[in-house]
């Protein structure tokens, strides 16, 4: 396959999570690429941990992994987002059901918030110091046509009977301010989800596999792949350090995977974000905040964070001060670039987003991109791709990744240890990677996208 499309940079702006780099951040297991191994996965971010902590998992005769990564170990999206291990159970939940029936639609909704107790389990059997922290997910809505077309939505579920709801807890504009704290919340929802530090968990799992005898090898970008496998089924990577055959190529390359397999051109597109961490002077304490959170400013509009247990908050979105504004995130892979109408729009945002915080004296710490893979349709690709037998992708998280890759990664790898088809994995169909997607012209990313600015909520 070519090598033309999205392709990591090697300077990114530093994240907050790779302040306290693990020792397998440069890691190289040996100093040349073997000639060739079982299964190469290219990616070491959580979709390439994930994958190479099931394959060793209860595994007596495991087969050889070579893991590839372009920078270093865990520098892409997973190290970049803000943190939040938080289920969609409801809000797009009304409008799926529309486009994909009812049990498709469940499926996915139960699917993602059964991630949460997944990874608490996956934590604290592998005893991962990741900070993870089971709380609840509070959404407050500030724009008053969208917390109507919420409210409806929320109440066609209801009537519907088809979702399971029982742990999503809905107040009302009368008391939703004083419940979630925000100023100005025209109503709150509120659910169990979770926070995690990404880039701890994810190099735990990675020195769980390397020293059971995966080779990682960072700073060793994959440059192509062979159009056809060879005779005896293995398929040619190419790398900017030597080539390596394979049988199994896993694709955990997110934004970057039309880089080396073009029919996902279109399909899974790069799209940068901007997130920041805030903190209080020194000596201060911050004031409580219960929950995590999203504020939505409007559709498709909105900022979220999570309070740490050190007091600072990572937030990020700011989505109000640049989405109208297409060449700032749509198709962009470049995250050593800032969002400049963004760069400064963190200043202030507690103090004027929440309840007690006006005084607080809280700053931005520290911002910075990172790069998403938006689906067109909106859903992952997990699965065999169609026509390329042994390779597999599980890329295109939409920036939700961390509630979907955990079990979509273990049920990838039941398939290939266990020879299960999609259907008999536990995967929700809309998932799979089938031939009718990879055709489709559909581009839900910018469906009703507007290029009109929404005007700044003034600041106090």
Not at 262 to 284: A, D, H, L, Y
Request: charged share 20%.
């Amino acid at each position: 396959m070519s090598s033309k499309g999205p392709t990591p940079v090697s300077d990114p702006t530093p994240s907050f999570w790779r302040t306290e780099l693990d020792e397998l951040d440069d890691h190289r297991s040996t100093p040349d690429l073997p000639s060739e191994c079982d299964i190469i996965i290219i990616g070491a971010g959580f979709a390439g941990a994930a994958l190479a902590h099931y394959i060793y998992e209860d595994n007596p005769s495991p087969p050889s992994v070579v893991i590839l990564e372009a920078r270093q170990a865990c520098s892409g999206a997973t190290a970049r987002n803000g943190g939040h291990l938080k289920p969609d159970t409801y809000l797009t939940l009304a409008k799926n059901v529309k486009k994909f029936g009812a049990r498709a639609s469940v499926d996915v909704a139960n699917f993602e918030a059964s991630q949460v107790y997944a990874m608490k389990e996956l934590v604290e059997k592998e005893k991962i110091d990741c900070e993870f922290t089971l709380t609840r997910a509070c959404d407050a809505t500030l724009d008053p046509g969208l917390a109507k077309e919420i409210e409806d939505a929320h109440v066609q579920l209801q009537n519907a009977g088809v979702a399971n709801l029982k742990d999503v807890q809905y107040t009302s504009r009368a008391d939703a301010e004083r419940v979630s704290g925000v100023k100005g919340a025209l109503n709150c929802f509120t659910f169990t989800a979770g926070h995690i530090w990404p880039y701890k968990m994810v190099m735990h799992l990675l020195r769980g596999v390397v020293a059971k005898g995966a080779n990682l090898q960072t700073h060793t970008p994959v440059t192509s792949i062979a159009e056809t496998a060879s005779a005896d089924g293995k398929w040619q990577v190419t790398t900017a350090r030597g080539s390596i055959k394979a049988k199994k190529i896993l694709y955990a390359t997110n934004a970057y995977t039309s880089h080396l397999a073009p029919q996902f051109k279109n399909k899974i597109v790069p799209v940068r974000g901007i997130c920041s961490r805030i903190v209080v002077p020194q000596g201060r304490n911050a004031p409580f905040l219960p929950n995590t959170y999203s504020i939505r400013h409007g559709p498709g509009l909105y900022d979220y964070l999570i309070p740490r247990n050190d007091g600072s908050i990572i937030v990020g979105g700011a989505k109000s001060q640049f989405w109208h504004d297409r060449k700032e995130w749509y198709g962009i892979y470049d995250d050593s670039k800032m969002i400049e109408p963004a760069r400064n729009y963190f200043d202030g945002l507690m103090q004027r987003t929440f309840l007690g915080w006006e005084d607080s004296g809280a700053y931005t710490d520290k911002v910075w991109t990172g790069i998403m893979a938006y689906s067109s349709d909106y859903m992952p690709y997990v699965g065999d791709i169609p026509d390329k037998p042994g390779q597999i992708v599980l890329a295109g998280f939409s920036g939700h990744g961390m509630p979907l890759i955990l079990l979509s990664a273990k049920a990838v790898v039941q398939m290939l240890r266990f020879g299960k088809s999609f259907g008999e994995s536990g995967l929700p169909s809309l998932f799979e990677v089938t031939k009718e997607r990879l055709a489709s012209t559909e581009n839900a990313i910018l469906e009703g996208h507007s290029e009109e600015p929404l005007v700044a909520r003034s600041k106090l």
